[in-house]
């Protein structure tokens, strides 16, 4: 998961007649808004029309220590990208960090959120059969080949023949090639700005336009729109599944979908479950109002934990953040108090993304402190978003034990996690799940919780208020030919944990 950010509008600036460089700038801006979204690194790619140069600046980090205010004014130009990592293909070093640049044809630049599930076998193709060489492991970097591939399309594009259907034909050509969720922002240089979305619509994007003076438009592209509404852009609409948008130096706005008309999406439900920020808005449908739902949902399943003398509740606790909205809903649906036990410092990084158990664990101990006063003797419904690896669950069922609860039921406003992602959440080995295998008694017991409420398929459906989800981590159906599974998750073992590897995810060999 990773946040993408795009932003292009007039090439003049009128105010002061120079070069303008407010694409970079609000590309900035925006990505801070898409902290949450990844916490590795972070990078910026501008492109100056009036020298035709690119401008990059891009490092490991949170967005307020990658860049300096200098080198955010000198990346001039109309058009600029942006991107906050959270690395799930890849390792976390500097090699892996977008954006990234080709030089041909054109001179290319791409961002990207998702996984390429033929990543290894595609990097293989490439290599072996078309005589290019890698230079980092991200699978961007394979993307953005076979981009610049079908855009020359074997005969070379003319400059002065370029067209939207030269776009739209190398976008029908990747959604053929690339299996995988992938929301995909990219420069065109001299031409424009490029976004595509998988034809499931796996990952989200949304686009949103500001109008200018001249009666002209600025356009911004974004994974979530709490980035353009911080920038003060009207949101237009999400870009579809399989829908390839092209904006190009004048400003006009050209877009096509090119799936089927009865094609199936498949949006990831975890964007409203944990993902995306409470005031986003992911396939029109708010974030905020989908985690009330959530708790209204597995409020009625509570209630009638409690009508039957099931469970006891003094008290609704939120494990913050995400579960807060949810909680306050649970809260007045039960008519019970709602309380925060546990306050988070807010200086440390969300522990699921963190990169490994070893800094999860570390983190969750770190980051929330308990109130006693609102703890002790009280039984406690404890509402969280998901279970993941169960780790911070133990942990917090164990601090409000030590600080004198009589009673915690556990309440997750999710089904369980119990099978592998392969399209951009960190979790491509189903058996890191406490809930693989597991019966909900025995991941109760594992996380030391008297109870576990869980909400079901149909709960989640109707709080998101949509059918055609993907839910594979919940039920095992995929939405996407996953043949090539097992070896994207025995490379991405090797990754994870090790930043000595080769573009196709193995060990270095000549490593000292
Ligand atoms: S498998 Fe789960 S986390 Fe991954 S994209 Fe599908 S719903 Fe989202």
């Known amino acids: 998961m990773c946040g993408v950010i795009g932003i292009i509008g007039p090439e003049n600036n009128t105010e002061s007649n120079q070069v303008p460089h407010y694409a970079a700038l609000e590309a900035y801006q925006a990505m801070l808004t898409l902290q949450h979204r990844g916490q590795d690194a972070a990078g910026i790619l501008s492109f100056d029309n009036s020298c035709s140069m ?170 979530e729109t709490v980035a353009m509404n911080y920038l003060g852009y009207e949101y237009m609409r999400s870009v579809a599944p399989g829908e390839v948008i092209f904006i190009d130096l004048q400003g006009k706005l050209h877009s096509a979908i090119l799936t089927e008309p009865d094609a199936k999406a498949a949006p990831c439900m975890f964007e409203w479950v944990y993902f995306s920020a409470a005031e986003s808005v992911v396939e029109d449908k708010s974030v905020y109002t989908a985690r009330l739902d959530l708790g209204n949902q597995l409020a009625k399943k509570a209630k009638i934990l409690i009508d039957n003398g099931k469970i006891d509740v003094d008290v609704v606790m939120p494990v913050p953040d995400t579960s807060r909205t949810s909680a306050i809903s649970i809260a007045d649906y039960l008519d019970l108090p709602y309380r925060e036990g546990l306050i988070k410092n807010r200086y440390v990084q969300r522990s699921f993304i963190l990169n490994t158990q070893e800094k999860r664990e570390k983190a969750v101990e770190l980051k929330l402190s308990p109130i006693r006063s609102e703890i002790e003797g009280k039984n406690i419904l404890l509402v969280d978003d998901s279970v993941v690896r169960g780790t911070t669950s133990k942990r917090i069922i164990s601090l409000l034990m030590r600080n004198g609860a009589k009673h915690v039921t556990l309440g997750i406003t999710c089904p369980p996690l119990r099978y592998a992602c392969y399209y ?89």
Not at 78 to 89: D, K, L
Not at 169 to 195: C, H, P, Q, R
Request: glycine share 10%.
């Open 424 to 512: 951009g959440i960190d979790f491509p080995n189903g058996e890191e799940l406490i809930a693989n295998e597991r019966t909900i008694e025995e991941i109760s017991d594992w996380v030391g919780a008297d109870r576990l409420i869980y909400l079901d398929e149909t709960d989640l459906k109707q709080a998101i208020g949509k059918e055609d989800m993907c839910m594979a981590c919940l039920n095992n159906e995929y939405p996407t030919d996953i043949k090539e599974a097992s070896e994207f998750a025995a490379k991405r073992k090797i990754t994870k944990d090790n930043d000595n590897i080769s573009f196709l995810g193995e060990i270095r060999k000549c490593a000292s």
């Open 54 to 223: 690119f401008f990059s600046e891009k490092d490991l980090g949170l967005v307020s220590s990658v860049f300096e205010q200098s080198a955010i004014e000198n990346m001039t130009g109309n058009m600029a990208i942006g991107h906050t990592r959270y690395a799930t293909n890849g390792g976390n070093n500097r090699r892996d960090v977008q954006p990234m640049v080709m030089g041909a044809p054109f001179g290319l630049g791409m961002v990207h959120n998702g996984n390429l599930l033929n990543h290894f076998s595609l990097a293989k193709k490439l290599t072996h059969d078309m005589k290019r060489q890698l230079l980092s492991a991200n699978d961007l970097e394979v993307l953005l080949h076979f981009w610049s591939h079908y855009l020359l399309d074997g005969e070379g594009v003319k400059e002065d023949s370029f067209s939207f259907d030269n776009i739209k034909k190398a976008a029908k050509s990747i959604f053929d090639t690339v299996n995988g969720g992938y929301a995909v922002i990219g420069l065109i240089a001299g031409e424009g700005m490029v976004a595509f979305r998988d034809p499931k619509g796996i990952r989200p994007l949304s686009i949103g336009r500001l109008k200018l003076e001249d009666g002209g438009y600025k356009y911004c592209l974004c994974s």
